[in-house]
């Protein structure tokens, strides 16, 4: 964790911000639909921010569909 060792992290902070990742990456999932809808760069960037969320933070309950999710839309908007 990046934020280890600041004099301003605690555990406490930490643990919310860990909330704050995973809730963000569970309504991008859920509005998917509306970013792949829009025929441009937002499928993409929601796309990337699945992965990255995943890949990033394994310790997470979905983080491994997230990051399976993310690539195979990177994919597949990619061809």
């Known amino acids: 964790n990046g ?3 600041s004099k301003s992290s ?9 909330q704050m990742i995973s809730i963000s ?3 991008i999932e859920v509005n998917l639909y509306y970013a792949l ?3 441009s760069n937002h499928g993409h960037s929601e796309a990337v ?3 990255t969320v995943g890949a990033l933070f394994p310790e997470l ?5 997230w990051r399976n999710k993310g ?4 994919n597949s908007l990619t061809r």
């Open 10 to 18: 605690t555990l406490e902070r930490e643990q919310l911000l860990g």
């Open 71 to 74: 690539l195979r839309l990177i």
């Open 49 to 51: 921010g699945l992965f």
């Open 37 to 39: 809808s829009q025929k």
């Open 25 to 27: 990456a569970a309504r």
């Open 61 to 65: 309950p979905h983080a491994k569909r």
């Open 3 to 5: 934020l280890r060792g």
